[in-house]
C-alpha cells in the first residue's frame, strides 16, 4: 500500500464534477474579476464566521500584508511574531517596513504565554498564529493587547473552521487572515484569501489597498496595489464550501483513529486537543526525538510525510535573529506530519498506525 500525504488527485468525483458544472457556467458568464461569485464568497464567510467584514484577495501573504498596511503598521513599529510559523509572518512585516520581534512558542508551536515580555516602546501589533489549525488562547491574548494598546493581527491561514467559546479563529482581533492555498482544509483550486474584521474602517481601507486605491475606477484614494481574488476560484471555494461540514467529520474520525492507534507508545508526543472545535485537524503532527529515523522508514513503506516546518525563522538568512527558542527548536527537530485529509480511507489510516507502531517496536 502506498500513501501519499497529500493527491488533490483523490477529489471525490461528486466534488469534481460540481466544480466542472460551476466552471462551465462561469465560462458563459463571462465574468472572470469581481461579480456575484466574489459577493456570494464574501457573504458566505461572514455568515459561517460570524464575521462582519469579510473580504476576498489574492492570497493569504496578501492578507496579512494588506492588514498591517490597513492598521497603519510600518517604519520603526515592532510586530511581535511566533519564532514557529511559515516564513510569510514575518516577511509581510518586513514588506511594511516594520521589525518582527521574535518570540518562542509552547511546546505545540503556539505563541508562549510569557510573549508580554517582548513588548517595548515601539511594539504596535502581535500575529498570533493558530499553527497546524490549534488556535492560541485568544481570550487572555486580546486582554494583554489591549492592556498595551496592541493591534491583533489573526494568522488563520491553517484555522478555518476552528472556534473558541464559539467564536471563530480570525474575528477574535482587528484583522483576520485566510488563506485558500489548495493544500488547506479549505481550499481553491489555486491562489486566494481573505481579510475578516468587524471594524468598518479597516474594512473600507483594505478594500481600497487590494484594488490601486480606488473604490470605483480610475478614482484613486491612496497608494494600493492588486491583490483582488480570481473570480474563478470565488466560485469553485462557493461549491467546496457546501462540502467543508462533511470533510471537517472526516477529518476528526481519522484524528480520532491515529489518538487511539497511537496512543501509549513511549517516545511518541500527540497533537493535543485535536476533537476540540478549537483545532480544525489542519495537520496531525506527532513529535519525536527520532523524527528523521521514523520519517525514512515510513517513506520505504510507501507513506508520504512532512515537516511543518523544519527551521525557525530566526536563525533564517533574511531574518536572523537572537533570542531563546528552545520549544520552537525542539519542535521544528522533532515535529513530523502524518497524512490527514478527506480523501483518504481508513484503511490508510490503519497502515500508517501499524508502521508506526512497528518502528517503535524496533527501536
Same mark, same amino acid.
Given at each position: ?18 466544480l ?5 457556467? @462561469? ?5 472572470f ?6 459577493? !456570494?464568497?464574501?457573504?458566505?464567510? *461572514?455568515?459561517?464566521?460570524? *464575521? +462582519? ?13 494588506? #492588514? ?8 520603526g ?6 519564532? @514557529?510559523t511559515?516564513?510569510? +509572518?514575518?516577511?509581510v ?8 520581534v521574535?518570540?518562542?512558542?509552547? /511546546?505545540?508551536?503556539?505563541? =508562549? ?12 501589533a ?10 492560541v488562547d ?14 491583533v ?11 473558541? %467559546?464559539?467564536?471563530?479563529?480570525g +474575528? &477574535?482581533?482587528d ?12 481550499? =481553491? $483550486?489555486?491562489?486566494?484569501? @481573505? ?6 474602517? $479597516? *474594512?473600507e481601507r483594505?478594500?481600497l ?25 470565488? %466560485? ?7 462540502? !467543508?461540514?462533511? &470533510?471537517? #467529520?472526516?477529518?476528526?474520525?481519522? *484524528?480520532?483513529?491515529?489518538?487511539? %492507534? ?5 517516545? $511518541?508526543?500527540?497533537?493535543k486537543?485535536?476533537? /476540540?472545535?478549537?483545532?480544525?485537524a ?5 513529535q ?26 530566526? /536563525?533564517m538568512?533574511? &531574518? ?12 521544528s527537530?522533532?515535529?513530523l ?5 478527506p480523501? @483518504? ?12 507502531q512497528?518502528? !517503535?517496536?524496533?527501536?
Amino acid at each position: 500500500m502506498r500513501v501519499p500525504f497529500l493527491d488533490l488527485k483523490r477529489i471525490d468525483e461528486e466534488l469534481k464534477n460540481a466544480l466542472k458544472l460551476r466552471f462551465a457556467d @462561469m465560462l458563459e458568464e463571462g465574468i472572470f474579476s469581481g461579480g456575484e461569485e466574489v459577493t !456570494f464568497l464574501e457573504s458566505q464567510i *461572514s455568515s459561517y464566521l460570524k *464575521s +462582519t467584514y469579510s473580504i476576498a484577495c489574492a492570497n493569504g501573504t496578501d492578507a496579512l500584508e494588506l #492588514a498591517l498596511r490597513a492598521i497603519g503598521i510600518g517604519y520603526g513599529d515592532e510586530v511581535i511574531v511566533p519564532a @514557529m510559523t511559515w516564513v510569510s +509572518t514575518a516577511e509581510v512585516v518586513i514588506l511594511a517596513r516594520a521589525k518582527p520581534v521574535f518570540w518562542d512558542t509552547d /511546546e505545540d508551536g503556539l505563541l =508562549a504565554a510569557d510573549w508580554e515580555k517582548a513588548i517595548t516602546a515601539k511594539t504596535k501589533a502581535i500575529i498570533p498564529v493558530h499553527l497546524y489549525g490549534k488556535m492560541v488562547d485568544m481570550g487572555k491574548l486580546m486582554t494583554i493587547a489591549k492592556q498595551y494598546n496592541l493591534h491583533v493581527i489573526e494568522d488563520g491561514a491553517q484555522s478555518f473552521g476552528s472556534f473558541q %467559546g464559539g467564536k471563530a479563529a480570525g +474575528t &477574535f482581533g482587528d484583522v483576520g487572515c485566510l488563506s485558500f492555498y489548495p493544500t488547506k482544509n479549505f481550499g =481553491a $483550486l489555486g491562489e486566494a484569501g @481573505m481579510c475578516l474584521t468587524n471594524n468598518q474602517e $479597516l *474594512s473600507e481601507r483594505i478594500k481600497l489597498l487590494l484594488n490601486h486605491g480606488q473604490e470605483v475606477r480610475d478614482k484613486h484614494e491612496i497608494v494600493g496595489r492588486n491583490s483582488r481574488i480570481d473570480t474563478i476560484q470565488a %466560485g469553485f471555494l462557493n461549491v467546496i464550501l457546501e462540502k !467543508f461540514g462533511s &470533510f471537517q #467529520a472526516i477529518r476528526k474520525e481519522y *484524528s480520532k483513529r491515529y489518538l487511539l %492507534g497511537l496512543s501509549g507508545i513511549e517516545g $511518541l508526543k500527540l497533537p493535543k486537543g485535536i476533537l /476540540e472545535e478549537d483545532h480544525n485537524a489542519h495537520f496531525f503532527v506527532i513529535q519525536t526525538s527520532s523524527r528523521d529515523e521514523l520519517r525514512n522508514y515510513l517513506q520505504s513503506q510507501g507513506i508520504g510525510t512532512a515537516i511543518h516546518y523544519p527551521k525557525i525563522l530566526p /536563525e533564517m538568512k533574511p &531574518f536572523r535573529s537572537d533570542g531563546n527558542f528552545i520549544n520552537a527548536n525542539n519542535l521544528s527537530q522533532r515535529g513530523l506530519s502524518l497524512p490527514l485529509n478527506p480523501w @483518504m480511507q481508513a484503511e490508510e489510516i490503519d497502515f500508517v498506525i501499524e508502521k508506526i507502531q512497528e518502528f !517503535f517496536k524496533k527501536s
